[in-house]
């Protein structure tokens, strides 16, 4: 009985072992997947080509509607980028999953406030993960090519993900908000898991939670330039 004990626990441990070893190899092959794919389109704000579009991932917000920090920081680079002439048009991704919580909403509502016409917003509602922005942005909005914009962290993924779809990407992080060391500190921790799911989902070839039919909103916000 000691002895089929002793193998069980052997067998049970190896297994761990195996386990543990290929997601590292996993995480280990995403990470120099996002970076290789990310290499060389990864730009300052003041030294990123222009390109039609910019596309802003979304992110929390606050009960009241307004942005957190982390996206007023996305929000601010995009405004920025209008304003100099490096984009004609912004488009908003996030999650409105809820009627209560509407991040593309807010992201509209906080642009028109800084001065960027309403005409040359355009929205995303069902942008759920960042996968599902990029898949979006290419088969329902008809996004080709495209400055996208987040946090550093975020930005290798977000790269990635987006010209594996067909987007010509580069993109502007923002890290001014490195002063909230937890959440950052957080965020760059969730971002290794958030790699492998990102492999998975390029594996997989999965669709977004929505499709549907082509939206011309980015066509009429770039036509309004």
Known sequence: MRILTRRWLRRGILASVVVVMLGVAVLLSGELWVRGEARGHIFSESEVPAAPVAIVL???VYADGSPSPFLAARLDIARRLYETGKVKAILVSGDHSR?????PGSMQVYLIAHGVPASRIAIDYAGFDTYDSCVRAKRIFGVKAATIVTQTYHLDRAVALCRTEGIATNGVGDDTVKIYKEPWRNSVIRERGAIVKAVAD????????????????????????
């Open 202 to 225: 390029v594996v997989t070839h999965r669709d977004p939670v929505f499709l549907g039919r082509h939206e011309t909103t980015v066509e009429e916000a770039l036509a309004a330039s």
């Open 58 to 60: 979304g992110a929390e």
């Open 99 to 103: 009627w209560e919580y509407d991040e």
